[in-house]
């Protein structure tokens, strides 16, 4: 029969084991991402996301014992998340679509006014969600802007929408793709982070959306902000 000594023992092994598993594959899921990172590969895409999802606290104090940056793990999740969901995105009527920018995008001079949606821009053309904006809702996409997380709560209440994209830092951009999983989701990160003047590279975002543009001049002055007016097709969304 077996002893309380033994149940313990084999109890105390067991733990051990998880442990060293658990270790095992928070190791895989950082070094998978590194290859992503590095080389541009994808393996075992599932698999990170899980180790991300489960475990994204453990990865994130690994990473830095390991001497490596916290926002690694970030990157990681941003890069794995738009190869898995790159086709869906591309595939789903841009009519069923949004773009969702941070506030700190706005041009310091910026007079957009904020409603119960976000900031309502009305594309001045003074920062990249101006020059953005009008060229995406042409297309289809309704665009947000907002201040807080409380906002993409509101957007996916009150919208019906099949695909997303979401500009913004590594934390706050992972974690929000993370959340709207079943949205497809693809995101950018801020070219220049920070609370406040920070960047995005435009042209980027466009190739996210598929934006085609004849005009090479045009196409050349997406690597800068211009001070013109470009015009909005939609001022205000309309909450369904």
Do not use: W
Request: aromatic share 10%.
């Amino acid at each position: 029969m077996m002893t309380i000594d033994t149940l313990f023992q084999i109890f105390g092994q067991t733990l051990v084991l998880i442990a060293v598993g658990l270790f095992i594959l928070l190791i895989l899921a950082l070094i998978l991402g590194r290859i992503l990172l590095k080389k541009d590969i994808l393996i075992f895409p599932r698999l990170i996301i899980f180790a991300l999802d489960v475990f994204y606290s453990p990865l994130k104090r690994l990473a830095k014992s390991l001497g490596f940056d916290e926002s690694m793990v970030d990157h990681i999740g941003v890069e794995v998340r738009n190869k898995v969901n790159e086709k869906r995105f591309s595939k789903a009527d841009p009519r069923k679509k949004i773009i969702v920018f941070p506030h700190c995008l706005r041009n310091p001079k910026c007079e957009a006014i904020l409603d119960e949606t976000g900031l309502v821009c009305d594309c001045c053309g003074k920062c990249a969600i101006g020059i953005i904006k009008p060229k995406a809702e042409k297309m289809g996409y309704k665009v947000f802007v907002i201040p807080g997380s409380t906002f993409v709560k509101k957007i996916v209440k009150n919208n019906e929408f099949e695909s997303v994209l979401g500009v913004a830092c590594y934390e706050d951009l992972n974690l929000t793709m993370m959340k709207l999983a079943d949205f497809s989701p693809q995101g950018v990160l801020l070219s220049r982070t920070g609370c406040f003047k920070t960047k995005v590279d435009v042209k980027t975002v466009l190739d996210k959306i598929g934006y085609k543009e004849n005009n090479e001049e045009e196409n050349e002055s997406f690597s800068y902000y211009k001070d013109f007016d470009v015009g909005c097709t939609d001022k205000k969304h309309k909450m369904n």
